[in-house]
């Protein structure tokens, strides 16, 4: 053959590649409706890849592939879809869904795709991350033993929460399960770990308090915001989480603590059960798709504490789901304790009778324990579990009689203390020194004097004399993480010394404007009904 010859072969065989991938690179529409596109032709397009579609206005709107079928692919649209058509152009992006990761993140508020929502301009990322990688392996990380102090005394004491730990926030709506979290994110203010809030589909209302809450406390420079609200398709609400944990992940691998917050799961199984069935994959129980436990256990398994070789960093997991009238045993929180290291349960009963936060110790457990508990705290509330679930059996039994034994009355009465011992307001967080000072008090008797009603103006007063008065006692405690034989003395002889003093604070003309108030409340909770029982925010 002459070279002339050659030469056009090898041309017309490099023509006719280019057209050939050119053509697998181009889909077009076969059908259109309810977000969900077939498109045919893109034979190379990879799963979770970003897509873009060409609608008849000249305009592009994102989507994503998920179903990758023989001869074509199920494309959730990820935009407005009314204007796109049958036939139109599909183009890849060879890119998979990704988000922009690093400190720029910080102190904004982003949807699932990173584009902010906040109005403060572009960001300058400095990486951008796929959102759902590969979870660490069991070689890569280490044993959970690092406390990850919530500022709430209930959970510190009886429910602690390690770095890289992942523990589930449960119960029915409007107990206060968000409050705990955001509580969460306001205690780690000066301690390092960056924060994630992820809003799936909540109302711009509610995220807006959020963001406001945070900014106020001072919370928000250490804390990013991945909002999917309501009002978006549920494409942004099933990849919401993803890319909040992708943001975490990349403080974990630079040897950084994080904390992320789901909220909610529940919300964000029923998106992913939607999308599912819009592209017809076949639905199981209650109308789930048979994966959607793997939805979740791919999700919360990469959360985790890294080994030292890994650069020591951790993501901590706080999932929060809905149940229907305190059932913890339907479907999908079910599956979410069975994946969690464990739950902490918001029983409606204690928050109905005034507990905040309203945390059910029968129901809510650790499976990290005391490992994730300094020692000073671990010594002081090691028998607090067994004597509040002694106390909820008694005051279960006492209502039915009248004639009760004298230890009996007394396990009632230091409950009673120190159920109000645990209560505290939102927003307040306290400082695990203050926490272990105060339950010290209660577990050993200091407080037995003082009349229930008056213990949390107890515990107030006392935590401002140990702070004005015996501060090297809290720094010491602090510092140590240790409650030593001194440190011990000195706290028995300043607790004494103050009970001496004490005087509980005149309550009785706030009570009887309490009283009126709650009259008139309840006259005008007749003529008008109550839409929420509790009468208060969740």
Not at 242 to 265: N, R, S
Not at 472 to 478: A, K, Q, V, Y
């Amino acid at each position: 053959m002459r070279p002339e010859e050659i030469s056009s072969i090898l041309k017309g065989a490099i023509t006719d590649y280019e057209n050939r991938v050119r053509s697998e690179e181009v889909g077009q529409v076969l059908q259109i409706g309810d977000g969900i596109a077939q498109v045919h032709g893109l034979t190379n397009v990879m799963y979770q890849e970003m897509l873009e579609f060409e609608d008849d206005r000249g305009e592009t709107v994102m989507g994503l592939a998920l179903n990758l079928e023989e001869d074509n692919v199920g494309v959730v649209v990820a935009g407005d879809d009314k204007h796109i058509r049958e036939g139109s152009t599909v183009r890849r992006t060879q890119r998979l869904v990704s988000v922009p990761v690093g400190n720029a993140v910080l102190g904004r508020v982003i949807n699932p795709l990173g584009v902010p929502m906040d109005g403060k301009g572009d960001i300058d990322a400095d990486d951008i991350r796929f959102i759902e990688p590969k979870a660490p392996g069991v070689i890569e990380r280490q044993s959970v033993d690092t406390p990850l102090q919530t500022g709430l005394k209930a959970i510190d004491a009886m429910v602690p929460i390690g770095r890289g730990q992942r523990e589930l926030i449960i119960g029915d709506r409007s107990l206060g399960k968000t409050a705990i979290a955001i509580d969460a994110i306001i205690s780690q203010r000066d301690t390092g770990v960056k924060c994630i809030y992820v809003g799936i589909a909540q109302k711009d209302s509610t995220v807006a308090g959020v963001m406001s809450t945070l900014e106020e406390h001072g919370a928000l420079d250490y804390t990013v915001i991945v909002n999917a609200p309501a009002s978006v398709q549920a494409t942004l609400h099933y990849l919401a989480p993803y890319a909040g944990c992708a943001i975490g992940e990349y403080f974990m691998e630079q040897g950084e603590d994080a904390l992320i917050v789901y909220d909610d799961l529940s919300k964000h199984a029923n998106a992913y059960r939607e999308l599912m069935l819009l592209l017809r994959r076949p639905p199981g129980r209650e109308a789930f798709p048979g994966d959607v436990f793997f939805l979740h256990s791919r999700l919360l398994e990469r959360a985790a504490r890294m080994s030292d070789d890994r650069g020591g960093g951790s993501l901590t997991a706080l999932p929060i789901a809905e149940t229907k009238g305190g059932d913890i045993s339907s479907y999908i929180p079910t599956n979410l304790i069975s994946i969690t290291d464990g739950q902490i349960f918001l029983d409606g009963d204690l928050f109905n009778s005034g507990q905040r936060p309203a945390i059910d110790v029968g129901n809510s457990v650790s499976r990290v324990g005391g490992d994730a508990q300094i020692k000073a705290m671990k010594k002081v509330a090691g028998t607090l579990r067994l004597s509040l679930a002694q106390y909820r059996e008694l005051q279960s039994f006492a209502q039915f009689g009248s004639d009760l034994d004298k230890a009996t009355q007394d396990t009632l009465a230091r409950g009673d203390r120190t159920m109000n011992m645990l209560r505290q307001s939102e927003l307040e967080p306290v400082p695990v020194e203050e926490q272990t000072a105060v339950i010290f008090a209660v577990t050993n008797g200091y407080v037995d004097f003082v009349d229930p009603e008056n213990v949390t103006d107890y515990e107030q007063q006392v935590r401002d004399y140990l702070r004005n008065s015996h501060e090297e006692i809290l720094n010491s405690i602090r510092e140590e993480q240790e409650l030593s034989d001194e440190n011990r003395e000195k706290l028995e002889d300043a607790l004494k010394k103050f009970n001496e003093n004490y005087e509980p604070e005149d309550t009785g003309m706030i009570d009887m404007q309490i009283g009126a108030e709650d009259e008139s409340e309840d006259e005008d909770s007749e003529n008008e009904g109550s839409e929420n029982g509790s009468g208060e925010r969740g």
